[in-house]
């Protein structure tokens, strides 16, 4: 089974966690993307749901597919969310971020009542950080909370390259007009602990650890799809 279709399989797993008249987030990603193509597929045969989309991206494919909309304005409260991610750990601990859409992602997934992950097996690991961790931070001061990040990384015994995210020659704007910061931190031990420092910084506008908000993990790979559920 190769990556595209691991991803292909998980989302079609994750459909079947999908019910007639679902309030629904839908993710940003590759993985996030088939899973909209296959939910596409189930509105033209009838299926009623109403999506709220994490990304301007995601929002331009469900209006290609015809997979009808709303925002958090009109639909504060959603049923479920489906989503990708970059990293995910035993305890369904998650880095994501690497598609920018963080902190809508984030804000969707704190609307629903369950948040489900589909994922290749690549995804899978011990301990979160191989994948540099996205710090979505303001423009304005942007040196200065670089600073902060690695000093407050520093005391947690973290070190690494906080890379500015560009695209094109320019700095990478996300949807909501910031900046990120890519850090590269290796094996973070402590989320927890990590996830409070990065809040405490004024220019920190959201980071890329979700933690306790996943409770199911469809994970697609050779040996076929599988179910995770959180531990601890």
Do not use: W
């Not at 797993?13 to 993985?31: D, F, N, W």
């Not at 469900?62 to 995910?88: F, H, K, M, N, Y």
């Not at 301990?127 to 710090?135: A, D, K, Q, Y």
């Amino acid at each position: 089974m190769d990556a595209r279709t691991a991803k292909r399989e998980a989302a079609r797993a994750a459909l079947e966690y999908v019910e007639p008249g679902m309030r629904l987030g839908i993710g940003s990603g590759t993985t996030a993307e088939e899973f909209v193509r296959l939910l596409a597929g189930c509105v033209s045969e009838g299926l009623r749901i109403i999506g709220v989309p994490t990304s301007e991206r995601t929002a331009a494919l469900c209006r290609e597919t015809g997979v009808p909309l709303s925002d958090l304005d009109e639909t504060p409260q959603l049923d479920l969310a489906v989503d990708g991610a970059d990293e995910i750990d035993p305890h369904l601990s998650l880095i994501k971020g690497g598609g920018g859409a963080l902190l809508r992602e984030k804000i969707v997934a704190a609307a629903a009542s369950r948040m489900i992950v589909i994922a290749d097996a690549s995804k899978l690991v011990e301990v979160l950080g191989r994948f540099p961790l996205p710090i979505e931070v303001n423009r304005f001061g942007l040196g200065a909370t670089r600073l902060a990040i690695g000093k407050v990384a520093g005391a947690l015994g973290l070190s690494g390259p906080l890379t500015l995210r560009m695209t094109s020659g320019q700095p990478f704007v996300t949807d909501g007009g910031h900046f990120i910061v890519d850090a590269s931190f290796g094996r973070i031990p402590d989320t927890r602990a990590l996830s409070n420092a990065l809040f405490a910084i004024p220019g920190v506008v959201e980071h890329g650890l979700f933690l306790g908000m996943a409770d199911t993990a469809i994970i697609a790979g050779t040996d076929g799809v599988r179910t995770l559920h959180a531990i601890g």
